[in-house]
């Protein structure tokens, strides 16, 4: 009966999927997401993938993971899980350490055989007494609820098994309220293309939402807050894909087609994926055969006019160096988009890290100034691909992007904008009446120190640039020493006066009298900012902020660290960006929280170090 089911309020919820790599969990996860988000709950996640290519089937490191926090004042995907579902004993064993106490745990029961808990190295035949587990344990026949549900449909036994996740699914949009129809209009756009299976997976949703009425009596639901968001169009983005929209947006407000030239590399392949989809909007996306390639075909189709991207992960990027060195003494705008992962070589190729910023602001030969910026968010991708375009070409510079692998392949709600509300990008092409042939291809606005775009076929507009030292003058090749530290520091001069054109640094103040500021940079927003409410809840006095704009910093930087006893820096390597303030700031006392593990900060473990630190 109704009156007897267990309903728990909150105001956010945790869900962690768990199975082998090709279970599905990535795909049940998304569309569990994507459905909250239309309901008006904000959403943060957290796709956990297995570093290797394919581990034996029901092994401890094949285990594949996707959690989403759902609710209001969601910043992270959260530091534990309410709800745990595990496919396998595998799954259970890798995650249960994450499951807060007295939550939930759903296991496919079916897949708990002798054969199943050998494999992932269990020496009893009871996983739950042996993990010492206190949660309540809902045994589900998964596996054989969904051959019952599909007996009828013809599908082969492997087909049917693969529908397994969309079971679980269903269960868990019972335990949350999610309506199925929802879900069911995902996954038909999902198997578009495959009506038999979307047919199967329909039937599948529905027996597993209807075996959580059947069992409402002996485990507890949830009800989740929702927000009055703003009136709009919402949906669930990740952060690649958020990429790859701002960067058409980018095109759309400047006038200038867009290029793509990339190689693919995981986890920055999926801009690639989402821009070749878009030559409806007269997208170029080109994949080339190598990293340097990439990045020269970009430089290419900059020299023509166009918008230019390449985007790649921290060896793609140490790669493509001396192109971007090429586009620093061209004065070309180019885009270069730098997803992170672990490190060094090929390092941790599915984990986030936030170790290439040092590679990003001076892994060149000579001296090589660009601007560097870094989204916060998956939302916010968007906005900073944006933001790269339009300084890479309002100030004729190449201009680093630095997402990593946690915005990049998490996700949040996303309201699509209106085209009012990005602004028109000024692109300095070369005026008309200074095409007479007196124009010179280093002339300058006076202001900004940026160098006119001559688009080649220009009449009067002829000229040469390349890797050659040029003369400040003529644009011919120069070798005389007073003239090439004059470009050196012309070109330091431009990239300075970006500052100019970027929005202030802004605090998020929870006490008027803070004398600490914790800051962070990039994707680790989410975490700092829920830590920085965390300690101002339990009565510390901290402040925050967070750089999107790392070259050149926004111009009250140094006024606002100033105002500190103490500034603390959190980052996912060992020090870059603290050593960078420190060099910039010798005056500011700076501390540090660092973690190079390939996973984000959890929450807790930052409030405990600031602690540490507030406490010496």
């Known amino acids: 009966m109704l009156e007897e089911t267990k309903v728990k309020t909150l105001d956010k919820v945790v869900v962690r999927f768990s199975g082998d790599s090709g279970d599905g969990m990535q795909l049940a996860g998304n569309i569990f997401t994507n459905v909250s988000a239309g309901l008006g709950n904000q959403v943060s996640t957290f796709p956990d993938y297995p570093a290797e290519i394919r581990a034996p089937q029901g092994s401890l490191s094949g285990v594949s993971g996707f959690q989403v926090s759902v609710g209001t004042n969601v910043h992270t995907p959260g530091d534990s899980c309410d709800v745990l579902i595990a496919m396998n004993p595998a799954a259970l064993k890798q995650n249960v350490k994450f499951l807060k106490p007295g ?109 959580g009425h059947n069992i409402h009596a002996s485990v507890s639901t949830y009800r989740v807050e929702t927000e009055d968001p703003r009136p709009g169009v919402y949906t669930d983005i990740n952060g690649n894909t958020a990429t790859a929209w701002g960067l058409i947006m980018a095109s759309e407000k400047s006038g200038r087609p867009l290029f793509l030239g990339s190689y693919p590399i995981t986890p920055a392949t999926d801009i690639l994926h989402e821009l070749a989809k878009r030559k409806d909007l007269g997208v170029k996306a080109v994949q080339m055969e190598d990293e340097i390639a990439g990045v020269c075909s970009a430089i290419g189709a900059s020299f023509s006019g166009h918008l230019a991207v390449t985007s790649t992960s921290g060896p793609g990027l140490a790669l493509k160096s001396e192109g971007i060195g090429l586009a620093v003494i061209a004065e070309l705008p180019l885009v270069v988009i730098d997803v992170q992962r672990g490190g060094p070589s090929t390092g941790l190729p599915t984990k986030t890290e936030q170790t290439d910023l040092m590679q990003a602001l001076y892994g060149r030969n000579g001296e090589s100034p660009l601007a560097v910026v870094a989204p916060i968010s998956p939302t916010d991708c968007f906005d900073m691909a944006f933001e790269a375009a339009r300084i890479a070409m309002e100030h004729m510079t190449p201009v680093i992007l630095l997402s990593d692998a946690f915005i990049g392949n998490g996700s949040s709600a996303w309201r ?65 020493p007073v003239n090439h530290e004059k470009m050196v520091q012309t070109r330091r001069e431009k990239i300075a006066r970006i500052a100019d054109s970027i929005p202030p640094l802004e605090v998020i103040g929870g006490c008027g009298d803070a004398e600490t500021l914790l800051i962070g940079w990039g994707g680790t927003y989410g975490h700092l900012r829920t830590a920085a409410h965390e300690l101002n809840r339990e009565g510390a006095a901290v402040d925050f902020a967070q750089f999107r704009y790392i070259n050149p910093l926004p111009a009250n930087t140094g006024d606002i660290l100033a105002r500190y006893k103490r500034v603390i820096v959190a980052e996912l390597n060992t020090g870059q960006f603290a050593d960078y303030l420190q060099s910039r700031f010798p005056n500011v006392k700076i501390e540090r929280i660092n973690k190079i593990q390939g996973q984000p900060f959890l929450v807790g473990e930052v409030v405990d170090k600031v602690k540490e630190i507030l406490n010496k």
């Not at 300058?444 to 001559?454: F, G, I």
């Open 103 to 211: 939550g939930v745990i759903i296991v496919d029961i079916d897949s708990f055989k002798e054969a199943d808990l050998k494999k992932a190295l269990f020496t009893t035949d009871d996983p739950f007494t042996e993990l010492g587990i206190k949660a309540q344990v809902v045994k589900v026949p998964v596996t054989s609820m969904t051959k019952a549900a599909l007996a009828e449909s013809g599908l082969d036994n492997k087909s049917v098994l693969k529908c397994r996740n969309i079971f679980a699914l269903g269960l868990v949009c019972w335990l949350f309220d999610r309506p199925v129809e929802n879900a069911l209009h995902l996954l038909k756009a999902k198997f578009a293309r495959k009506p038999a299976i979307y047919e199967a997976n329909a039937l599948v949703i529905r027996a597993g939402y209807d075996y």
């Open 416 to 480: 699509i904008p209106e085209a009012g509300d990005y602004p028109d990008i000024k692109v300095p092409l070369l005026p008309a009446e200074k095409a007479d042939g007196t124009w010179r291809p280093y002339e300058r606005n006076e202001v900004s120190k940026v160098r006119y775009w001559a688009v080649p076929g220009t009449e009067g507009a002829t000229h040469r640039i390349g890797g050659l030292e040029k003369d400040f003058n003529t644009g011919a090749i120069s070798t005389d």
